[in-house]
Nanobody, 116 residues
Framework: QVQVADSGGGLVQPGGSLRLSCAAS????????MGWYRQTPGKQRELVAI???????KYADSVKGRFTISRDNFASMVYLEMNTLKPEDTAIYYC??????????WGQGTQVTVSS
């Protein structure tokens, strides 16, 4: 099994930046895709950005050009650099690690609040 720990959220003003971090441990040799999702009250969890073993990325349209996902395979880490943050980016952000077997592991979530 893979365990996931995400961190880095906080309170930031509109236009500001934050960097989220996620560490995977356990059976890391089975990891395929790593990514970030977010959820607000009353809404379904939505994809923010994902990155596969080859470094290919996919972003939600709402964050393209503002967020950057990156991955350190040696350290089994994935990062989300968030720039030009907007109030609508406020959510709990969850790290997801998918294994080649098709199983998913989730972090506990980290709160991002964008407000003046």
């Amino acid at each position: 099994q893979v365990q996931v720990a995400d961190s880095g959220g906080g309170l930031v003003q509109p236009g500001g930046s934050l960097r989220l971090s996620c560490a995977a441990s356990g059976r890391i040799s089975t990891i395929s895709t790593m990514g970030w999702y977010r959820q607000t009250p009353g809404k379904q969890r939505e994809l923010v950005a994902i990155i596969n073993n080859g470094g290919s990325t996919k972003y939600a349209d709402s964050v393209k050009g503002r967020f950057t996902i990156s991955r350190d395979n040696f350290a089994s880490m994935v990062y989300l650099e968030m720039n030009t943050l907007k109030p609508e980016d406020t959510a709990i952000y969850y790290c997801n690690v998918a294994s080649i077997s098709g199983t998913n592991a989730w972090g506990q979530g980290t709160q991002v609040t964008v407000s003046s």
